[in-house]
Nanobody, 131 residues
């Protein structure tokens, strides 16, 4: 069992920044190998993958829509994964979720984008970007 708790959401103007945190606890610590992903879901839309990190070696993946603006990172001592979001746009407005999956999910070309591959989810944190 893995418990995930997101924090750090809020309201910002376009061009602003936010940093989300995902604190993991439970039987699987980040150090022994997990694929942690960030997803987002805008009102009326499907949940979509944003980025993912393999917690052993830090390998990262990014969706094209956030490349160059968002950065995923981790602090294994704190069992926390971060999502630094810069140059935010109104279309980034969504509820952001972190999720955990078996390590192999991070290595597939598209598996890390598949919400059904992730077994554990946080409760979500709202990000609102105004123009």
């Amino acid at each position: 069992q893995v418990q995930l708790v997101e924090s750090g959401g809020g309201s910002v103007q376009a061009g602003g920044t936010l940093r989300l945190s995902c604190a993991a606890s439970g039987s699987t610590g980040l150090g022994i190998g997990t694929c942690i992903g960030w997803f987002r879901q805008a009102l009326g839309k499907e949940r979509e993958g944003v980025t993912a990190i393999y917690t052993v070696d830090g390998q990262k993946n990014y969706a094209d829509s956030v490349k160059g603006r968002f950065t995923i990172s981790q602090d294994r001592a704190k069992n926390t994964v971060y999502l630094q979001m810069n140059s935010l746009k109104p279309e980034d407005t969504a509820t952001y979720y972190c999720a955990a999956a078996p390590p192999g999910v991070c290595f597939g070309a598209a598996s890390w984008l598949d919400k059904d591959a992730f077994h554990y989810w946080g409760q979500g944190t709202q990000v609102t970007v105004s123009s």
